[in-house]
């Protein structure tokens, strides 16, 4: 009875740490476009259009975390979707315009020459996985600075790679990435702040998915010269019928 007690107040946790960190993108973008000088860079209709997609983020972000207690009660069943990347990946590079700007920083597309589709949930892989992993990404990347994502498929697996030129992690923080109760938060490059909520709940989603990841990253000190983060997701490929 105990454990039990204890594993529902865990999950209760974690379910706030899933809204509180990823309610943040949205919501910052919101916060951000709220003033006069937005609507004169961007012109009324992209304006208008930026604002509905944050706002129809962070209601899908509360829907996906009500389906996955629903199902983790074993009220609902999962249901996973096709899901078009290339839609994805058009919607974060919106949801990050200002951080982007700000920093000067690119995502590169270019190697992404056909649509490609998943199995998956759409906001559980745009909110809880891809846009943690782009915000790392800016994060820990120098001003000027590049993301590369390139996307291939291999037998059942869609494979999207996300790889950026910033300061990399050390091995002690690699190790323990997805270790909820150890401290691997750290500044960004321009002293960007952060929770250390976002790669175990990557970790978790993508598993959720039933798909893989892997993490591979050099750091500026022992690799001067090649530095930088690769994230490897792998999706299960969808196969139309």
Known sequence: MQKRRERLISDKQNLIAVLSHDLGNPIGLISNMANKESLQDF???EYFSLLKDASEMSLEIVETVRDMEAIRAGKKKKELREV??????????LLF???????????DTSDIKQDYSVYADKSILLSNILSNIISNAIKFSHENGSIHVSINEEDKWTIITIKDKGI??????????????IPTNRCGTSNE????????????SIEFLGGKLEIQSKDTNSYP????TTC???????IAK
């Open 225 to 228: 010269d090649e530095h930088g």
């Open 97 to 107: 315009v200002n951080q982007l700007k700000e920093k000067s920083v690119s995502i």
């Open 43 to 45: 012109g009324e209709e």
């Open 168 to 181: 990399g992690m050390p091995k002690e923080i690699l190790n323990n990435l997805f270790d909820i109760n």
């Open 84 to 93: 078009q990347l290339n839609q994805i990946f058009s919607k974060l590079k």
């Open 193 to 204: 702040t952060g929770t250390g909520f976002g790669m175990p709940l990557v970790k978790s």
């Open 232 to 238: 490897i997701i792998s999706l299960k490929r969808y």
